[in-house]
């Protein structure tokens, strides 16, 4: 039996512009005939790993950096002061070569002969495990085999690389597998941005009695109640950690940071740190499930009712429908909301505070996998 935690949350955000484009306006998507706010996963998925960072130990995370041979070579020094800078980057460029890694020194400066240190060719993927391991295989002096090399780099994910995956372009076999799925966050309603002009005073000019601004410009900005949405693939997740009760673990760490993490794009700016208004998890044992064609129709609120409240109605017809039309309902389900969303979503799930969802999707999990392997 293959298991899914299906992570659907309605966040609120004032004016903002948490995750922008090229042009620095607000991203957008066009959903329903409509625009919306969008946030992207990968502006989300950052803040989670951020989030998670802060929760987990540095044992059990991983960094993914061009500089992977600076990161090894301090390593190996903190193991062995007595090796060199310069001694502990060149065998670990040996290592990674041998490994199969493409790692090449960066162009000169010009006007200087410093050719700076190795890089790999790509953001590479690695868990601190897996750089503790490697600088501990130089240290030993051994001479180290390809499939030793290979074995290295693949064994010991960290947390955040069994979650989101790693993609290797000169050695396939260091793929690995994404388990978990974040979608682009989108507005339930219609948005466009808007721009707010702004000037700031030089305060020498001030104090000297003149008038006039030392600076004026504009920043784009964007309000919306987000429907935001999550999966996760527990036997996938178990396989990259190689252990079940691992896999547990980090998906209770994970839906606890998909809750609380937010995307920093000129938060200084805005202060747009709000929760979300309502979170349903759910585990099901079909496939994973998203409400987000509840919002196709854009939520449209009235003098009696916030666009909040009518969100959460809308999700809950959609959820309800598909469980029926599909015969097919979760395994468990818990609802996280305030008290006025609350009443909507209560038939799809117990309601909890965070506490007691993190606690009961834990139990859940663990006894459904014991019943698996029964």
Request: glycine share 6%.
């Amino acid at each position: 039996m293959s298991l899914y935690i299906d992570i659907h949350a309605l966040q609120t955000l004032p004016p903002s512009n948490i995750n922008r484009d090229d042009t620095g306006s607000p991203k957008t998507a066009t959903f329903g005939g409509v625009a919306r706010q969008r946030v992207s996963s990968q502006a989300w998925k950052h803040a989670i790993r951020n989030d998670l960072k802060t929760r987990l130990s540095a044992e059990e995370m991983g960094i993914r950096t061009k500089r992977v041979v600076q990161k090894i070579g301090a390593a190996v020094m903190q193991i062995d002061d007595s090796w060199s800078e310069v001694d502990a980057e060149t065998q670990v460029e040996a290592l990674l070569k041998t490994a199969g890694f493409k790692v090449e020194k960066p162009k000169k400066k010009q006007g200087t002969e410093d050719e700076g240190v190795a890089e790999s060719g790509y953001l590479l993927f690695l868990s601190n495990r897996q750089i503790h391991n490697a600088a501990q295989a130089i240290v030993s002096g051994e001479k180290i085999a390809k499939k030793e090399a290979k074995e290295i780099f693949d064994q010991n994910h960290s947390i955040d690389l069994a979650l989101f995956g790693r993609m290797v372009a000169d050695d396939a076999s260091y793929n690995v597998d994404a388990s978990v799925q974040v979608a682009h966050a989108i507005g339930v309603s219609g948005a466009e941005p808007e721009f707010d002009f702004f000037t700031a005073v030089d305060d020498a000019v001030r104090d000297a009695e003149e008038t006039g601004a030392g600076m004026m410009g504009t920043v784009e900005m964007m309000s919306s109640t987000l429907y935001r949405f999550a999966t996760i693939n527990l036997d996938d997740l178990a396989k990259n950690l190689g252990d079940s009760e691992a896999a547990i673990k980090a998906s209770v760490e994970f839906v606890d940071a998909f809750m609380t993490s937010m995307p920093t794009g000129k938060q200084n700016t805005f202060a747009n740190r709000t929760l979300p208004d309502a979170v349903v998890v759910t585990v099901r044992s079909d496939r994973p499930v998203s409400w987000v064609n509840a919002f196709e129709t854009p939520v449209a609120p009235n003098s009696e009712t916030g666009r909040r409240v009518l969100a959460a109605r809308k999700m809950a017809e959609e959820a309800q429908a598909i469980d029926e039309m599909y015969d097919s309902k979760p395994e468990s389900a818990w609802v996280v909301a305030l008290p006025a969303l609350k009443a909507e979503l209560e038939a799809l799930g117990q309601g909890v505070n965070r506490s007691e969802l993190l606690n009961g999707l834990r139990s859940a999990l663990e006894g459904l996998v014991a019943e698996g392997d029964q």
